[in-house]
């Protein structure tokens, strides 16, 4: 354990632009800890970013994202390109739950020196899951990842708020996301750039993709139209055909400057999205720790004190915010 | 439109109070507008609410809980029970979109004077959704609503977020909901309080029905354990033993002590939902109009500056918040 502590801001951040794993795995969990190390070797990274080609996979649980991203993962191997991972389990309590459950499906990559992969859960880690996520992107992105992959479980606004910072996103769906369909006819749901039905022999796969073609049908027909692909993740089956269409949204967005406007808005939105988090952590500091704050919470439920008046007074003692901001009146 | 003006802040309170429709009407649309008048006279309402049951509805586009909703209203209303709805539908970029789609089940109801149903959107209203529901719930309690019920369509975050408020929960599933029971197994889902398996003469609700009951014996067994009821919400069906289980709920929170803790908890969370939303908001403002703040986006893009660093320095000129303020370091 004593090795831990060798890494110097500057022999970490030499580490992780060699792709040395045990710098990558440092740097990770340095970040994960919200450790001042980790932002400032992430801060000295930044300027070589922007290499990765980062790829969002989200879908409802059940679905087969792990196979898709191992079979994912097995062809893009074969073409020699280099990969990292970023798994985001919400339901897990746990950090590095790398050895558990689905994870278990991405074991084979684990000893490939060129294949990064880490998991990470919402909680027990200090920085806010969108935090993590874009600094360890970064982390993957400086160490000249070809790809780096960002997997969610689920399809709630917290996990997909995690993917707006991919260039692309692919959504995975299976017979029986009743649910997906619904909220993405209904508009609930962002309509991704890649759509994949896994479990493609199901007898009702063809039912599902009329649907998902239907739901498409409804939305803008100019610049990308969103492709869908059947998989059968398992068998590697579709996989090829996945991976051409991803490559080609890639193209579509290199071809006429949209990546670099994705990128813009991305960016402008990752940061927005890290500096409210961080507002909030810090609000909820502050109402924890007051005293004073507290009470305003007792006369709250006492019925003495409206709600609106107490969010008030609190904006006003942790945020220095008055009364106009950010009141909408 | 004249008459519109004629409302004071005496005089709506009065009439919310008296339950008066327009002043109901008049109150709810201030709320929304984020009008300083709907301040002040929730403010002087607020120590007479707590009266009513507050119910929240949620699951999946396509269950059918606006059939459900109508089927439970026409049951409480025999039994003389005064009702208050509020539907959020994130949807719908408008609000009092009350005479569209589902909305269209609720319409029997439209002229008992003991009803008052709201629809709202998720954009158009300036206060945020979570401050919009929380004002118009309690001056439907102020009104002596009996029961408020909160629909929203859709069980992402922000849509559950709202339903922080309701005393009991009810989560409306039906044959084809595949994704929510798999994100109810994965955790990812808050367990409900009722559960309603909606459309009971479909082939797959005993399908549902066991899968649901699976997920909850993996749940805790004391305390409060959730029922599941099979409805047929078009024709009425099953709706007498869900609304016993939803008095059954608010009997056993009276019992001991229960809804007394889950208020107190209840509006703790609200407030601080309400304060983290009006902060995030006042941040938004900030960056959209601030030159020095957009200039420094613009070094991020350009590789220059590294997102985190950004993020400080608009904290900082924002919130005043320093550099270990909610920082996690």
């Known amino acids: 354990m004593a090795g831990r502590r060798d890494w110097t801001r500057e022999t970490l951040a030499a580490g992780v632009r060699a792709g040395d794993r045990r710098a990558l795995a440092r740097a990770i969990t340095l970040v994960e800890n919200g450790d001042p190390l980790a932002y400032e070797v992430v801060r000295d990274l930044y300027p070589e970013t922007g290499h990765a080609h980062a790829i969002g996979l989200t879908g409802p649980p059940g679905v087969g994202k792990s196979s898709l991203l191992a079979a994912l993962i097995r062809l893009v191997r074969g073409q020699d390109e280099t990969v990292g991972v970023i798994s985001v389990d919400p339901s897990s309590p746990f950090t590095q739950g790398a050895l558990l459950g689905d994870r278990i499906r991405l074991t084979e990559h684990f000893l490939d020196p060129d294949v990064f992969i880490r998991s990470m859960g919402t909680r027990g880690h200090l920085g806010g899951l969108a935090e993590t996520t874009l600094q ?31 260039d692309t996103v692919v959504l995975a769906l299976m017979p029986g996301s009743g649910d997906s369909i619904q909220a993405l006819k209904a508009g609930i749901m962002e309509i991704p750039d890649v759509i994949a039905i896994n479990k ?42 996945l991976w051409e269409k991803i490559s080609e949204h890639r193209a579509w967005l290199e071809a006429d400057g949209e990546l670099e406007r994705r990128r813009r808005s991305n960016l402008a939105q990752e940061v927005f999205q890290v500096a409210s988090t961080r507002a909030r952590r810090h609000l909820e500091h502050a109402v924890r720790d007051d005293l004073e704050l507290r009470r305003l919470l007792d006369e709250v439920q006492a019925r003495k004190l409206d709600p609106l008046t107490a969010v008030r007074e609190i904006l006003e003692r942790v945020f220095h915010m008055g009364e106009r901001d950010g009141a909408g009146h």
């Open 136 to 166: 360890s992107l970064l982390v993957l992105d400086a160490a000249r990842k070809d790809l780096v992959f960002l997997e969610t479980v689920g399809t709630g606004q917290s996990e997909v708020g995690v993917l707006s910072i991919a």
């Open 200 to 241: 493609m022999d199901h007898p009702l796969a063809k039912t599902m993709l009329n649907e998902v073609r239907q739901v498409l049908s409804l939305g803008p027909h100019e610049g990308w139209v969103p492709p869908i692909v059947l998989t059968e993740a398992v068998r590697g089956e579709g996989i090829e055909s």
